[in-house]
C-alpha cells in the first residue's frame, strides 16, 4: 500500500541512479531513489550555518579528557588496563573516544531527527520530491557519521599529540568509531520513530547516561562483582570501549572481531527498523 | 504609572505560583535530570572510580566518596540551574510566550523575573535536600553539618542562574546556550576542583576557577561537611555568591523591563 501512495504521490517516477542495482532490486519502487547523498548535502548546508554547534561539540571530550585524564590521573596510581596496569590517562582516554562516538551519534540520531520529522516536517518536504524513506534513513545515518568522524579523528589527534596512543592499531581507532557511531546512529534512529514527545527524551538520557557512565569508561572491569560484570559486558558501549582500548594500547586479538561483529547486528537491525518505521510513518 | 493592585512580594509569589502549578502535573519529566543523573554520577564517580583512588593528602584524607558529594551537590546545582536559566526562560519570552501573559496583568516585569529566579531557588533547594538524603543513605554524609551544604549549593546555583537568566532574557535565538553549557558550565564543573583538588592544574587556570560561583560554592560545602571553614573566608564566598546574585538581578530587572514593559 505504500506503494500506492508514493507513486501517486510522484506521477513520474525518477529513474533511479545508475549503480544503486542490487538494493534497488530489494527494496520496492518508491522507498529509495539512491540519492540518499542530496540529504548529506542538505544537512552540510545547514550546519554551514550552525558551524559553531558543531565546532564547539569537539571541546566537550577534550574538557574531560584534561579534566579526567590530567586532574584525576594524579589521584590514580596505575589501572587494569588491557595488557596489566597503564597511566591513568592512557586508560581513560581511549573510553572517552567510545563515548563521544556514542553520545554524538545518538543525540543527533535522536533530538534532530525528531525535530525534523516532527516539528521541522522536513522529511514531509523531502517526501515530496522522488526521494524515499530509504534515502532519508541512509542520509541521515551518512550526515551523523561524517559529523562523528570528524570529532573522533580530531580526539584521537590530541590523544597522540599528549602522548596517549602506544601502537600503529590505533589507526583502526577510526572506522571503529565510524562503526560504533552507526550501530549506535542506526539504533537512535530507530528508538526516534516510536518517540511521542519531546518528553520521551528522558527514556534517550536514561539509557545513554548509565552506558556513558558505568561500561567501564572510568575504572576497570574488576570494580563490579561478578554478575554485575556480565551485565556489564552485554552493553553496547562496553564493547566500544574495549575494542577502542585494544586498539590505541596494541593489545590487539582476535576478540576484538568479536565487537566488531556486535556492532555490525547492532547496526543491520537499526538500520532495518529504522526505514520501515520512516516508510510507515512517513507514507502511510 | 505602574499599577498596584498586589503587593510586589505578592506578585512573585504569584508568578511562583503558576511555575508550581506546572511543575506538580509534570514532575516525572524532571526526575531524571534533576535526581537521578547526580545519584548515578555518584555511584560512578564516587564508589566506582573512587575504589581506584588512593586514599590520602590530596582528598584531605577522607575516602573519595565523602571527599566528592559534599562538591557534587554544588555540581548538580549549577546542572538543575542551566535549563531553567536558559531554554525554559527562553521559552517562556518567545514559544509559549507566558511572560507576556503574566504583564498583561498588574504583575510587573521586575515581579515575573523575581518569581522565576524564587522558582528556580525553590526547585535547586529541593533537588539538592534530595540528593543529599540519598547520599547520605550511600554513605558519602559523615558529617551533620552536611545539612548546611543545601543553602550553600543553592545559593552557589543561584549566583550562576541569575546571571545567566539576565542574559537568556537578551536573546532573539536560543543557539548561544549550546555555547554556554559548553565553554561555561562544563569547564566550571571539570576545573573547579570537584573532582581533585584545585592545585593539581597549572596555576593560570586557578583565577579563572576563582571567579567561578561552583569553585565558591564547593568551598563552602566542603569547608561545612569536613568543619574546615573558618567565618572570615565563609563570609567572604556568600558575599562574592550573594553579588552574583545582585548583579544578576539588576541586570534582569533591566532586560526584563526592556523586553515586555509595554
Known amino acids: 500500500m505504500t506503494n500506492e501512495t508514493s507513486t501517486a504521490d510522484a506521477p513520474t517516477p ?8 542490487l538494493l534497488l532490486r530489494i527494496v520496492p519502487p518508491g522507498l529509495y531513489a539512491g540519492r540518499a547523498h542530496v540529504l548529506v548535502e542538505r544537512s552540510y548546508l545547514v550546519s554551514r550555518r550552525g558551524w559553531m554547534s558543531v565546532l564547539s561539540g569537539f571541546f566537550e571530550p577534550l574538557f574531560f579528557l584534561f579534566s579526567l585524564g590530567y586532574g ?9 588496563g588491557p595488557g596489566g596496569p597503564v597511566p591513568y590517562a592512557v586508560f581513560v582516554a581511549p573510553a572517552l573516544l567510545a563515548a563521544s562516538a556514542m553520545n554524538g551519534a545518538v543525540f543527533e540520531a535522536t533530538f534532530n531527527l525528531f525535530f525534523k520529522f516532527k516539528y521541522a516536517k522536513t522529511y514531509d518536504a523531502v517526501l515530496a520530491t522522488p526521494l524515499g524513506p530509504v534515502d532519508i534513513a541512509l542520509g541521515e545515518a551518512a550526515w551523523c557519521l561524517i559529523r562523528g568522524g570528524l570529532y573522533s579523528a580530531g580526539f584521537l589527534a590530541v590523544m597522540l599529540g599528549f602522548g596517549l596512543i602506544g601502537s600503529p592499531w590505533a589507526l583502526l581507532a577510526l572506522p571503529a568509531c565510524l562503526l560504533v557511531a552507526l550501530a549506535f546512529a542506526a539504533v537512535g534512529m530507530a ?11 528522558d527514556l534517550v538520557q536514561l539509557a545513554v547516561m548509565p552506558l556513558f557512565l558505568f561500561s567501564t569508561t572510568f575504572y576497570p572491569l574488576s570494580v563490579y562483582p561478578g554478575w554485575l560484570q556480565a551485565v556489564v559486558q552485554w552493553t553496547p558501549l562496553y564493547h566500544a570501549i574495549e575494542l577502542m582500548r585494544g586498539l590505541t594500547t596494541g593489545h590487539v586479538g582476535w576478540g576484538a572481531l568479536g565487537h566488531v561483529a556486535y556492532f555490525a547486528v547492532m547496526a543491520l537491525v537499526g538500520v532495518v527498523v529504522a526505514a520501515r518505521r520512516l516508510g510507515k510513518l512517513l507514507l502511510t | 504609572m505602574e499599577a498596584h493592585v498586589v503587593g510586589p512580594w505578592r506578585a512573585a509569589l504569584i508568578a511562583v505560583e503558576h511555575h508550581w502549578t506546572w511543575y506538580r502535573r509534570n514532575w516525572r519529566a524532571t526526575v531524571i535530570s534533576n535526581f537521578l543523573q547526580p545519584v548515578l554520577f555518584l555511584l560512578a564517580m564516587g564508589v566506582g572510580f ?16 565523602v571527599y566528592l558529594a559534599p562538591a557534587l551537590l554544588v555540581i548538580t546545582a549549577a546542572q538543575n540551574a542551566m535549563f531553567e536559566s536558559t531554554w525554559a526562560v527562553f521559552s517562556s519570552f518567545k514559544w509559549q510566550r507566558t511572560y507576556l501573559a503574566m504583564v498583561s496583568t498588574p ?5 515575573v523575573l523575581h518569581g522565576q529566579l524564587l522558582w528556580i531557588a525553590l526547585r535547586l533547594a529541593s533537588g539538592t535536600a534530595v540528593f543529599l538524603a540519598v547520599a547520605a543513605a550511600l554513605g558519602a554524609i559523615t558529617s551533620p553539618w552536611a545539612l548546611l551544604a543545601v543553602p550553600f549549593a543553592t545559593l552557589a546555583g543561584m549566583a550562576f542562574s541569575a546571571p545567566v537568566v539576565a542574559f537568556a532574557a537578551t536573546r532573539e535565538k536560543p543557539d548561544s546556550f549550546n555555547a554556554v553549557f559548553r565553554f561555561v558550565l562544563m569547564p566550571m564543573t571539570l576545573f573547579t576542583g570537584a573532582f581533585f583538588p584545585l592545585d593539581q592544574l597549572p596555576g593560570w587556570i586557578h583565577p579563572l576557577a576563582w571567579l567561578t560561583p561552583v569553585w565558591h560554592g564547593i568551598e563552602l560545602t566542603r569547608g ?4 574546615t571553614l573558618g567565618p572570615l573566608p565563609a563570609l567572604g564566598h556568600v558575599a562574592y555568591l550573594s553579588a552574583l546574585v545582585a548583579l544578576g538581578v539588576v541586570l534582569g530587572r533591566r532586560y526584563f523591563h526592556r523586553r515586555l514593559a509595554v
Do not use: C, K, N
Not at chain 1, 584525576?72 to 587494569?80: F, M, N, S
Not at chain 2, 586514599?55 to 575516602?63: C, K, L, R, V
Open chain 1, 72 to 80: 584525576l590521573g594524579r589521584l590514580v596510581a596505575t589501572v587494569d
Open chain 2, 50 to 65: 573512587g575504589s581506584q583512588v588512593r586514599q590520602g593528602e590530596a582528598t584531605g584524607g577522607h575516602p573519595y566518596l
Open chain 1, 14 to 21: 525518477v529513474r533511479p541512479r545508475d549503480g544503486a542495482g
Open chain 2, 107 to 111: 504583575i510587573t516585569p521586575a515581579q
Open chain 1, 191 to 201: 528508538a526516534a520513530t516510536f518517540m511521542r514527545s519531546w518528553h520521551d527524551f
Open chain 2, 224 to 227: 561545612a561537611t569536613f568543619g
